[in-house]
């Protein structure tokens, strides 16, 4: 990883040479760009894993598990845009199938396509947390499980990122909603906790940015309403920290949602649109601007 700061004291993470090694270690250097990191309308599934020993043969010869190792230190190190597609195509990675490997160059291409995406961090900007946080209801076609997704900016620019399957079946979106806040709440506390031991204490409370009003009025409401009774302590741990405004959950338009790139899988424009609002593209210099309704 390359980092650099220039006068202003803004400090620019990149890796731009490790994603040149990656593509000429897997010979994709010269391959065609995509726009997307995963192929459009694609639904990987368990159906799509080797059902012979044939082609369970075939797919070992493949750099599958490798490809994905290297990849996994872009994601979780500059490029918060591939994170959903890694949670993807982690999934069955004990048994990949001819798609899986066909998806993963997708991937691949992208990386080239997207090779000069970088984080710079303002100087002088806010160090406060802002959130953002999103599921997508019985995302999983497999499992039926939500996916999970939250993203926090500091200085303008995403430190913390994440997509993930729920650990269960969520039986309402109210409910898949309310496991996205806990772990978004205990993830923001890491955070400040973090911050006040390095001496840069947080002012409370954090605002979180979410495009589901249900779930926020559920959580300022103190009726412990019938439909969130059986997740009872994922409920009163939400309503706890918001009681302490320790956390404020804000509503967003789902276009204007950062989180929306960590649940599914987007068109291009929308990747772009939402890469370029957390200014991970060098070319195109923009402000982040939340709009509330």
């Given at each position: 990883?390359?980092?650099?700061?220039?006068?202003?004291?803004?400090?620019?993470?990149?890796?731009?040479?490790?994603?040149?090694?990656?593509?000429?270690?897997?010979?994709?250097n010269h391959c065609a760009?995509?726009?997307?990191?995963?192929?459009?309308?694609?639904?990987?599934?368990?159906?799509?894993?080797?059902?012979?020993?044939?082609?369970?043969?075939?797919?070992?010869?493949t750099l599958y598990c490798?490809?994905?190792?290297?990849?996994?230190?872009?994601?979780?190190?500059?490029?918060?845009?591939?994170?959903?597609?890694?949670?993807?195509?982690?999934?069955?990675?004990?048994?990949?199938?001819?798609?899986?490997?066909?998806?993963?160059?997708?991937?691949?291409?992208?990386?080239?396509?997207?090779?000069?995406?970088?984080?710079?961090?303002?100087?002088?900007?806010?160090?406060?947390?802002?959130?953002?946080?999103?599921?997508?209801?019985?995302?999983?076609?497999?499992?039926?499980?939500?996916?999970?997704?939250?993203?926090?900016?500091?200085?303008?620019?995403?430190?913390?990122?994440?997509?993930?399957?729920?650990?269960?079946?969520?039986?309402?979106?109210?409910?898949?909603?309310?496991?996205?806040?806990?772990?978004?709440?205990?993830?923001?506390?890491?955070?400040?906790?973090?911050?006040?031991?390095?001496?840069?204490?947080?002012?409370?409370?954090?605002?979180?940015?979410?495009?589901?009003?249900?779930?926020?009025?559920?959580?300022?409401?103190?009726?412990?309403?019938?439909?969130?009774?059986?997740?009872?302590?994922?409920?009163?741990?939400?309503?706890?920290?918001?009681?302490?405004?320790?956390?404020?959950?804000?509503?967003?338009?789902?276009?204007?949602?950062?989180?929306?790139?960590?649940?599914?899988?987007?068109?291009?424009?929308?990747?772009?649109?939402?890469?370029?609002?957390?200014?991970?593209?060098?070319?195109?210099?923009?402000?982040?601007?939340?709009?509330?309704?």
């Amino acid at each position: 990883m390359r980092i650099t700061q220039n006068k202003n004291r803004d400090v620019t993470l990149t890796q731009k040479a490790y994603s040149e090694r990656i593509l000429e270690y897997f010979k994709m250097n010269h391959c065609a760009l995509t726009s997307t990191p995963l192929p459009p309308g694609s639904l990987l599934s368990i159906d799509d894993c080797p059902t012979t020993s044939q082609e369970t043969s075939e797919m070992a010869k493949t750099l599958y598990c490798e490809a994905l190792e290297l990849l996994m230190w872009l994601q979780v190190a500059t490029c918060p845009d591939l994170t959903y597609t890694m949670n993807i195509l982690f999934r069955f990675s004990h048994n990949p199938g001819r798609s899986y490997w066909n998806a993963l160059k997708h991937t691949l291409a992208y990386v080239k396509e997207t090779i000069d995406y970088e984080i710079t961090y303002r100087g002088g900007g806010t160090l406060n947390p802002i959130g953002y946080v999103d599921s997508d209801y019985v995302g999983c076609k497999d499992t039926r499980r939500s996916t999970k997704g939250n993203v926090f900016i500091v200085a303008g620019r995403p430190v913390s990122w994440e997509s993930k399957c729920q650990e269960t079946v969520a039986l309402s979106i109210v409910e898949s909603e309310y496991m996205t806040f806990t772990r978004v709440i205990a993830q923001a506390l890491w955070i400040m906790k973090f911050f006040t031991e390095i001496g840069l204490p947080v002012t409370n409370p954090i605002t979180i940015y979410t495009d589901n009003n249900r779930s926020i009025s559920n959580s300022t409401n103190d009726k412990n309403h019938h439909r969130t009774k059986h997740i009872d302590v994922k409920f009163h741990f939400v309503k706890e920290h918001m009681k302490k405004r320790e956390i404020m959950f804000i509503y967003i338009l789902s276009l204007d949602n950062l989180a929306d790139l960590f649940t599914k899988s987007l068109s291009h424009e929308m990747i772009r649109k939402l890469a370029t609002a957390m200014d991970l593209n060098p070319k195109v210099q923009v402000i982040l601007v939340q709009r509330e309704c």
